[in-house]
């Protein structure tokens, strides 16, 4: 569309113009045919335009592509692998150390548990390539008691060991190869989740109390 400007100015009105503005289709623009006279030239045109558009859009879906091999290599060196429920953890090498880390300590520490202790803890047990739940006492709303350092009988090394000189009102959260569990054997969990072998397993764990053996009595897991 043109624009159509034109001032009228009066003698007798010397300080005041008048504007009027006049908008009208330009007869030289047809908004139906292609800007150009010569077809074959307006065809060409397009074409390598959609062809220059096509080779964007293959050059960046290839970009992208590569971008996530890489990352997904780069999580592979990490200890990572993608199935099809989505990405998880290795486990790890059954000859690993056991890695204890204190995620609350109390202010004051009277006592720690050792060998022989009778002691009451909280606990949730998951797998640790996909964060399952196989064992919870904090699920069964029941705290669990045993003897400390009865080794399998009661327990595997892994977790007793991680419990060691813990204070009370400690939580720890513990990581087990599988070594130091359930081995080449695996398991079960009491949520009813199967723990496969050479399974690694996490613990989270809440020291409640130190018992004496008459106090633990009604409520210990004796060894078998």
């Keep these: 569309y043109g624009l159509h400007f034109a001032s009228h100015v009066t003698r007798s009105e010397i300080r ?8 009208y289709p330009d007869p030289g623009i047809d908004l139906f045919t292609p800007p150009f006279t010569n077809r074959k030239l307006y065809r060409m045109i397009t074409r390598n ?11 960046d879906s290839h970009s992208a592509l590569s971008w996530r091999r890489k990352k997904q290599k780069k999580r592979a060196k990490a200890g990572w692998r993608r199935t099809k429920k989505g990405w998880e953890r290795l486990n ?3 000859d690993s150390n056991l890695r204890i880390g ?15 202790d009778f ?16 064992d919870s006492s904090i699920l069964r709303e029941q705290p669990f008691v045993f ?9 595997h090394d892994g977790f007793e060991k991680g419990l060691s000189g813990m204070c009370i009102g400690e939580k720890r959260k513990l990581v087990v190869p599988s070594g130091m569990a359930y081995g080449e054997v695996g398991g079960f ?4 989740g199967k723990i496969k072998p050479n399974s690694t397993l996490v613990y989270n764990v809440e020291l409640l109390e130190i018992l004496s053996e008459e106090a633990a009595a009604p409520d210990v897991v004796w060894g078998l």
């Design 16 to 23: 005041q113009f008048q504007v009027s503005f006049t908008l």
């Design 147 to 155: 003897q400390l350092g009865l080794g399998k009988q009661s327990m």
């Design 49 to 59: 335009v959609i062809a220059v558009l096509f080779f964007a859009l293959a050059i």
């Design 102 to 116: 204190a995620t609350h300590r109390p202010k004051q520490c009277d006592r720690k548990c050792q060998k022989g």
């Design 119 to 134: 002691i009451s803890i909280h606990y949730n047990g998951t797998l640790y390539t996909d964060g399952r739940v196989f």
């Design 92 to 94: 790890l090498p059954p």
């Design 189 to 192: 969990g009491s949520e009813g």
